[in-house]
């Protein structure tokens, strides 16, 4: 059996303990490496310091936002993958956070086998050494 997440680094930002640690342990299950925070400014130096293969963030976190991490990651330069993951369904929120970077826009709840597909999906057109149609 292959791990999909084997020699990748995933970073994972949420508040609520719970999401958090079963979102840890469905990546680790997976092989991944992960690295963890629960407020936007943790989350940004994470991925600052460990520059992960891919980002899972909250959108509403304490100590900034996940959509200000994303304008910083952007404003950075600091290209990777996000998936946000958010209880809101306003449609102008997806369209800001789609065009500040983020690569999936998930509304909670989110079923784990969801999210790992997404990521595996958004970590393969990553790696794609040709265009996919």
């Known amino acids: 059996m292959s791990l999909r997440f084997a020699n ?8 609520d303990p ?10 680790r299950q997976e092989g991944a490496r992960t690295i963890t925070a629960t ?4 989350g940004l130096h994470a991925v600052r310091e460990s520059r992960p293969d891919l ?13 200000l991490v994303l304008e ?8 990777l993958p996000v998936i946000l993951v958010t ?10 956070a789609m065009g500040v970077g983020a690569s999936a826009y998930l509304l909670k709840p989110i079923s784990l086998a969801r999210l ?3 990521a595996t ?4 057109d990553g790696n794609a050494t040709e265009p996919r149609p």
Request: proline share 2%.
């Open 72 to 79: 910083k990651l952007r404003d950075e330069a600091i290209s």
């Open 18 to 27: 719970d999401i958090l640690q079963s979102m840890e342990i469905a990546f």
């Open 55 to 67: 980002l899972v963030l909250d959108m509403m976190l304490p100590r900034s936002s996940g959509l």
């Open 8 to 15: 990748r680094t995933i970073a994972l930002v949420d508040d």
């Open 87 to 96: 209880a809101n369904q306003g449609r102008r929120h997806r369209e800001f």
């Open 121 to 124: 999906q958004l970590l393969a």
């Open 116 to 118: 790992l597909e997404t």
């Open 39 to 42: 407020d936007g400014l943790g």
